[in-house]
């Protein structure tokens, strides 16, 4: 697990705090240490030399930062956990947010959702190598026999079994891509969901030759942006302080900037193969 945590000891008087907070717009003050969980996914939220990095990572840090300074919370923390340990957090705990996550219809009742804060274009990747035949849906490659795969707990997984798909029947689960990629390059099944943007490098980063992926078949249900939410018991006025403070990290284009240098710099990461 990686984490960061951030305090700051509340100095003012609360009356005051909560006059100044009405004054600049917000409607209460917040006396809680917000927890912040996501799951690994480089460029978005990754390790660098040790620490917490990725341009989501940036994002929600200066969302809170700004919380901290307002005097709206007490800190927060930031951890990187399994996926499936970061959504039953965002599920069970008060005061959680949870990011990058995809919007679908199953989960809308789940979480209070906050602000888009990643573009997200997913598409299942084959080797250049591996002859498939060609399909048109999901259910066509469930009657072709290609086997398809996905994270556990995923938003891809729970397409495929919307769709019918049956899990080691007509597709694999793996923990994370670092796992799944290697996964595929061992031909242990046909087929990996990649974000667009960073498929080629993330295979690179971990030692495969990148320009071995081509694109098979798009996902286009799931090619929406990635999202902020909230446990639903975190509270709702906190809640509507951190969609006005992400507008406002959206108005004054510090999100694209910070999205922007990351994805260009994880595109022209140089590719060191595997012998």
């Avoid at 307002?70 to 930031?78: M, P």
Wanted: glycine share 4%; aromatic share 10%.
């Amino acid at each position: 697990m990686l984490r960061l945590r951030v305090l700051k000891p509340r100095l003012c008087n609360p009356i005051l705090v909560l006059l100044l907070s009405s004054f600049i717009g917000f409607s209460s003050v917040i006396a809680a240490e917000i927890h912040a969980v996501s799951s690994k996914f480089a460029p978005l939220q990754m390790q660098k030399n040790g620490k917490l990095d990725g341009y989501t990572i940036t994002i929600i840090h200066e969302l809170l930062n700004r919380m901290t300074a307002r005097e709206l919370i007490q800190g927060f923390t930031i951890d990187l956990l399994p996926w499936k340990r970061a959504m039953r957090a965002a599920k069970l705990e008060e005061n959680t947010v949870f990011f990058s996550i995809s919007r679908t219809e199953s989960r809308e009742k789940e979480y209070q959702w906050i602000s888009e804060i990643s573009p997200y274009e997913i598409n299942l990747y084959k080797l250049k190598d591996t002859p498939l035949p060609t399909i048109t849906s999901l259910e066509e490659a469930k009657t072709k026999n290609v086997m398809l795969s996905a994270p556990i707990g995923s938003s891809i997984a729970d397409l495929y079994q919307e769709t019918g798909l049956v899990i080691e029947k007509n597709f694999i689960e793996y923990n994370h891509y670092n796992n799944g990629i290697p996964m595929l390059f061992g031909k242990r099944f046909d087929a990996i969901p990649l974000t667009s943007f960073v498929a080629k490098t993330n295979a690179c980063a971990i030692g495969y030759d990148g320009d071995q992926l081509v694109k098979y078949f798009p996902l286009k249900k799931l090619s929406k942006p990635l999202w902020v939410v909230a446990s639903l018991k975190t509270s709702p006025n906190l809640v509507q302080t951190m969609r006005k403070i992400m507008n406002d990290l959206h108005q004054e284009g510090f999100i694209k900037e910070t999205q922007d240098m990351y994805i260009n710099q994880w595109i022209n990461m140089p590719c060191e193969v595997k012998e």
